[in-house]
Antibody, heavy 118, light 107 residues
Framework: QVQLQESGPGLVKPSETLSLTCNVS????????WSWIRQPAGKGLEWIGR???????DYNPSLKSRVTMSVDTSKNQFSLKLSSVTAADTAIYYC????????????WGQGTLVTVSS | EVVLTQSPGTLSLSPGERATLSCRAS???????LAWYQQKPGQAPRLLIH???SRATGIPDRFSGSGSGTDFTLTISRLEPEDFAVYYC????????FGQGTRLEIK
């Protein structure tokens, strides 16, 4: 059974960089695509970007200039960095496995709340 | 880019009733690339339907999906108490998009 678990600071100061890691268990990270998705409180879902284990990445055009994703296959985990954060980046951040052909997301991590505040 | 519009925003029904949720795309979407998710308070979304009509593993058969082109539907045949949640549709693409969600609440 594949499980994903996000980790990282729950509080980030404005203008700094948000850094999160997703640990994957129950499957090799080398076999799928992996995505980050976020959800502000009480709002809908926004796809942030995906990572192929080849190192290729695709990012949401609205966030592209601030997003970096990377993978560590030796640890079976992947990471998200979002720079120059503002209060608008406060959200629950989810990592998820993405089907490489049909593009659905399953499973998801439980999510981690990141608050941007001084 | 495709925009997904879900309706209604909120649906109030009673257990045992039939729920019909709509997802309309701003341009034609391949059936293969349309999915539905259920999200309960405090939980991550859960995949219900992929390929517009295929139930994900472990999803009860009271959930069904249909549609093509720009109009897709999620139907819950007989509502159980645990089905009251928020539902999202999603389309696959170079930049995946989600609908804004439909809240299914107990009447």
């Amino acid at each position: 059974q594949v499980q994903l678990q996000e980790s990282g600071p729950g509080l980030v100061k404005p203008s700094e960089t948000l850094s999160l890691t997703c640990n994957v268990s129950g499957a090799s990270i080398s076999s799928y695509y992996w995505s980050w998705i976020r959800q502000p409180a009480g709002k809908g879902l926004e796809w942030i970007g995906r990572l192929y284990t080849s190192g290729r990445t695709d990012y949401n055009p609205s966030l592209k200039s601030r997003v970096t994703m990377s993978v560590d296959t030796s640890k079976n985990q992947f990471s998200l960095k979002l720079s120059s954060v503002t209060a608008a980046d406060t959200a629950i951040y989810y990592c998820a496995r993405e089907d490489p052909i049909w593009g659905w997301f399953d499973p998801w991590g439980q999510g981690t709340l990141v608050t941007v505040s001084s | 880019e495709v925009v997904l519009t879900q309706s209604p925003g909120t649906l109030s029904l009673s257990p045992g009733e039939r729920a019909t949720l709509s997802c309309r795309a701003s341009q034609s979407v391949s059936r293969s690339y349309l999915a539905w998710y259920q999200q309960k308070p405090g939980q991550a979304p859960r995949l219900l339907i992929h390929g517009a009509s295929s139930r994900a593993t472990g999803i009860p058969d009271r959930f069904s999906g249909s549609g093509s082109g720009t109009d897709f539907t999620l139907t819950i045949s007989r509502l159980e108490p645990e089905d009251f949640a928020v539902y999202y549709c999603q389309q696959y693409g170079s930049s995946p998009r989600f609908g804004q969600g439909t809240r299914l609440e107990i009447k």
